[in-house]
């Protein structure tokens, strides 16, 4: 039987002292709090997939908390992100983002799982790990914080409902979430009268009556103009995809910009002076190679299908002649989508009314065709003032983009773009066509040679 003597409960007692001690020290440790910033949208695709990943992380390590903030529609967490932003010296182009220790990361990708494991593991055992959130003073409402919860909950609850109306027939409308659905209707609208792509289908139905036959205009305006959707949906996709991959950084914001104010411009030169030095409209040296193969579709004697191939490769070939008409509308519009960052659902969606949208005047255009038998021609004046349309909106949407894109992102502000454009639209076309030529001033080419031909017939 082993004996107690003294030296030995001494030693008993000190041993069971230290492990206490131990083990007060490790819970101490442990008790360490690591936070991760996670700043999201509603709404946002993104967001909602790295949030399974970063609660993980927190299931994973009891000593990690998540405190994220929604920065849509809370101007508060907007702010705290702001501070964050300024702290670590970047631009939150977009969402979601993620604070770990002093480095962060703008948008998610699978790449960025294993950074944030490694930065999380790098301040879990660096005892003198630097968290950014404790240096700065934020607003109380994180997702640890139970009060603050219900408090940012109740304001964005008021807030959705200060923007949810009932419509007969319809039921609610949450009008927070569908300035996207409004501005891609008005911009597929307004980019659908293109003068380009009407001029090329009017002279190819006008080139197609021409043969008598009501079935060859039914072939070749349908493959035309399935075709010329076909491609030009591609094309916007490839714009998409690329401003999801970038669209976080802030200088692409500026880009898409200025690439709307130089259309806008452009465009809106060409209602004064048509055609006349830059000019995002076909080439006049192109024209006649156009007419030839319009020429040899519409006269082709072969089979249906013979029919069918060769109005599909002509539109083709059309289709890449007016990119440099139509390519200023494509990349606004995927710039604002991308920069909501919807899911692919969401952009099929969105691209299918677009291009519904788009299409509308066209098929307007070719089913009178087909019932009357009888085309319309694209003339100038027509084309000058789809340019000026266009282009006023272009520079309205660039304004916005450069200063304050946040507008596209409320359905009342963005209804209010489209507005003032279209107001500034009709005042410019008023007071150039009416109110100057009263007093003799006549601006552009189109005034002054109306002005040389009634000069000479007096």
């Known amino acids: 039987m082993l004996r107690l003597t003294k030296p030995i409960i001494i030693l008993l007692i000190l041993g069971t002292l230290l492990l206490s001690f131990s083990s007060v020290l490790a819970q101490t440790q442990d008790s360490a709090d690591v936070n991760i910033y996670f700043f999201w949208g509603d709404g946002c695709p993104h967001c909602e997939e790295e949030r399974p990943f970063l609660e993980a992380l927190v299931d994973e390590n009891t000593q990690v908390n998540l405190v994220d903030y929604e920065v849509w529609y809370n101007r508060d967490n907007l702010e705290v992100l702001s501070q964050f ?57 994180s997702a640890g914080s139970a009060e603050a919860a219900v408090t940012a909950d109740s304001e964005e609850t008021a807030a959705a409902q200060n923007q949810a109306i009932d419509l007969p027939l319809v039921g609610t409308v949450d009008l927070g979430k569908e300035s996207l659905v409004l501005s891609t209707a008005i911009i597929g609208f307004v980019d659908g009268f293109n003068p380009c792509s009407l001029w090329v289908l009017s002279v190819l139905l006008a080139l197609t009556l021409h043969s008598g036959s009501r079935k060859k205009i039914l072939v070749v305006g349908l493959t035309f103009l399935i075709v010329t959707t076909i491609v030009y949906s591609l094309f916007i996709t490839g714009v998409f995809t690329l401003f999801s991959y970038i669209g976080y950084l802030k200088w692409i914001q500026v880009a898409v910009a200025l690439i709307a104010l ?10 004064f002076w048509y055609k006349e030095g830059v000019s995002f409209t076909i080439s006049e040296k192109r024209k006649p190679k156009l007419y030839q193969n319009m020429r040899s579709t519409v006269t082709d004697t072969r089979s249906m299908i013979g029919l069918v191939g060769s109005s599909a ?17 494509p990349v606004i519009w995927s710039n604002l989508v991308a920069a909501n960052q919807v899911s692919k659902t969401g952009f099929i969606l969105l691209l299918g009314l677009y291009m519904l949208i788009y299409l509308l005047d066209e098929l307007v255009v070719f089913g009178t065709a087909a019932v009357t038998m009888k085309a319309s021609r694209m003339e100038e004046k027509h084309g000058r003032l789809l340019k000026l349309a266009s282009g006023v909106i272009m520079l309205t949407l660039g304004f916005v983009m450069l200063f304050n894109p946040e507008w596209m992102n409320n359905v009342g502000t963005s209804l209010l773009v489209f507005l003032i454009a279209l107001a500034a ?34």
């Open 85 to 141: 932003s300024q702290a670590l010296d970047f631009e939150p182009g977009a969402v979601p983002v993620t604070v770990i220790g002093d480095q962060y990361w703008v948008g998610f990708r699978d790449e960025y799982k294993t950074e944030m494991e490694s930065a999380l593991q790098q301040v879990l055992t660096d005892p003198n790990a630097v968290d950014i959130g404790d240096r700065l003073t934020l607003a109380a409402v």
């Open 425 to 458: 639209t009709l005042l410019i076309s008023l007071i150039h066509r009416k109110i100057l030529p009263r007093y003799g001033i006549l601006i552009g080419s189109e005034l002054q040679t109306d002005g040389k031909h009634k000069h000479k017939k007096h």
């Open 262 to 271: 130089t259309f806008g411009f452009v465009n809106l030169k060409d209602y």
């Open 313 to 329: 490769a002509l539109a083709v070939g059309v289709s890449f002649i007016e990119f440099s008409c139509t390519a200023g509308f």
